[in-house]
């Protein structure tokens, strides 16, 4: 079935708010002073993002292709596997989705927010941070995650092992996306997604948060230029090799 171009884009937006707030969520949970999981280690944080990439898979991926990532729009239009036309539009919703989405763990954290006096710790939950200050180690974090995420996720979409069971695929997006988190999370996060980063950036800078500090805008290009690169290149790679 064939969804209308207003229908893909509603579910991209709803697609991409479910993974942000699962996702940053998690890390509210793990970072945010005084909630049930303060301290809690990395792999909730890796299983939030999991399934906050799997839940809407399941949901929308038979709408609108759950992109839910500007760089994988992009990237499949480089490969002339989505039409430019609707590209803008995508990656509208995708960003007004994210930031909807991070508003969300606002408003459910809130109390926790204003508890927290760690700067770092509050920006973590909107956005990434290069754990060692390093642009170069973050463009390198997220351009190796990003292409591993996109080629996987073109890969398990359209590998004939799937091609009678679409919904088994989309649930392991999420399993690709938790190890991911797992194994390549050290230095960055990380994004992986443009709209996941810049979108609550966005936010972190507007709202007024007790304890926020500095946004972090000289690092803010990394997780968008380095997933966009990688989708492309991936999404190539994958075309020409496999298609």
């Not at 920006?123 to 995420?149: D, H, M, P, V």
Request: aromatic share 12%.
């Amino acid at each position: 079935m064939t969804y209308d171009l207003g229908v893909r884009l509603a579910a991209e937006f709803i697609g991409t708010a479910i993974m942000v707030a699962l996702g940053n969520g998690s890390v509210a949970n793990v970072d945010l002073k005084g909630t049930k999981g303060n301290g809690s280690d990395w792999m909730l944080i890796a299983c939030g993002y999991g399934a906050g990439v799997m839940i809407p898979a399941m949901i929308i991926g038979g709408i609108s292709g759950n992109h839910i990532n500007p760089a994988f729009t992009i990237g499949l239009a480089v490969s002339g596997l989505f039409p430019w036309k609707e590209v803008l539009p995508y990656i509208l919703v995708q960003m007004a989705g994210a930031m909807f989405g991070q508003l969300m763990v606002y408003a459910a954290y809130e109390p926790h927010y204003d508890l927290t006096t760690n700067p770092q710790h509050i920006l973590g939950t909107f956005s990434t941070i290069n754990a060692t200050k390093s642009q170069l180690n973050g463009f390198i974090n997220e351009f190796i995650g990003s292409f591993i995420l996109f080629f996987g996720a073109l890969g398990i979409t359209k590998a004939p092992f799937f091609a009678n069971n679409l919904g088994t695929a989309h649930m392991a997006l999420g399993f690709l996306v938790g190890t991911l988190v797992a194994s390549f999370g050290g230095p960055t996060g990380p994004a992986l997604n443009p709209a996941r980063d810049l979108g609550p950036r966005i936010l972190h800078a507007l709202l007024p948060l007790k304890h926020k500090g500095s946004s972090d805008w000289g690092y803010a290009w990394v997780p968008v230029v380095a997933p966009i690169l990688a989708g492309i290149c991936a999404i190539a790679l994958y075309k020409n090799v496999f298609m």
